[in-house]
């Protein structure tokens, strides 16, 4: 007996997009671009974490504590979604090696495809729109300063070809090179 045609019995690789760049990069904005681009599930840190604990977080070391707790809760069910053939856009860090392990965990235990997106952007590209998405508080995020991107941009490692990850780079020009 062979089925219609249907969405249910067409066979595709499901992929799990995830993004790699420095605060107020963009990559919030490219992710939500990319998931309704592609019919994609959008899981967004950012929101997960200002709507669960909402008061708990105040440092960056209570970031990576409540990050860690939101992570594994989620992994399970993210793992489910790509083995049931959904594709995921994850609108979280993978700023360091470390995080971006994390990803490769969900996509190899679920055997989805993967596409690491490096928002390749220049510190004072980065803070200019620092300033505006304070300005402006889009949901789930938190005013940043100047002192506090320095901080957290010290621990940034760009993706390298060792990591073995489909890379695919998002640059944006450096202010200069627009004007010039």
Same mark, same amino acid.
């Given at each position: 007996?062979? !089925?219609? +045609?249907? =969405?249910?019995?067409?066979?595709?690789? =499901?992929? #799990?997009?995830? *993004?790699?760049?420095?605060?107020? /990069?963009?990559?919030?904005? @490219?992710?939500?671009? !990319?998931?309704?681009?592609?019919?994609? #599930?959008?899981?967004?840190?950012? @929101?997960? #974490?200002?709507? @669960?604990?909402?008061?708990?977080?105040?440092?960056?070391?209570?970031?990576?504590?409540?990050? /860690?707790? !939101?992570?594994?809760?989620?992994?399970?069910?993210?793992?489910?979604?790509?083995?049931?053939?959904?594709?995921?856009?994850?609108? *979280? =860090?993978?700023?360091?090696?470390?995080?971006?392990?994390?990803?490769?965990?969900?996509?190899?235990?679920?055997?989805?495809?993967?596409?690491?997106?490096?928002?390749? %952007?220049? +510190?004072?590209?980065?803070?200019?729109?620092?300033?505006?998405?304070?300005?402006?508080?889009? =949901?789930?995020?938190?005013?940043?300063?100047?002192?506090?991107? +320095?901080?957290?941009?010290? *621990?940034? %490692?760009?993706?390298?070809?060792?990591?073995?990850?489909? %890379?695919? #780079?998002?640059?944006?020009?450096?202010?200069?090179?627009?004007?010039?």
């Amino acid at each position: 007996m062979t !089925l219609p +045609d249907t =969405p249910f019995s067409t066979q595709h690789t =499901p992929v #799990l997009h995830f *993004f790699c760049g420095k605060m107020a /990069a963009g990559k919030s904005t @490219l992710s939500a671009k !990319l998931a309704t681009e592609m019919g994609a #599930l959008l899981v967004c840190e950012d @929101l997960w #974490l200002s709507r @669960l604990y909402p008061e708990e977080i105040q440092t960056f070391g209570d970031y990576l504590k409540y990050a /860690a707790r !939101l992570k594994e809760v989620l992994a399970p069910h993210l793992v489910a979604l790509l083995k049931q053939g959904n594709s995921i856009v994850l609108d *979280f =860090p993978g700023n360091v090696p470390a995080q971006r392990q994390w990803f490769r965990t969900l996509f190899e235990a679920a055997g989805a495809g993967h596409v690491l997106h490096y928002v390749e %952007v220049p +510190d004072e590209v980065c803070k200019t729109q620092l300033q505006r998405r304070n300005t402006e508080r889009p =949901p789930g995020s938190k005013v940043m300063t100047e002192d506090e991107f +320095d901080h957290i941009t010290s *621990f940034f %490692v760009a993706p390298s070809a060792a990591e073995g990850f489909n %890379v695919q #780079l998002h640059r944006t020009a450096t202010p200069a090179e627009v004007t010039g």
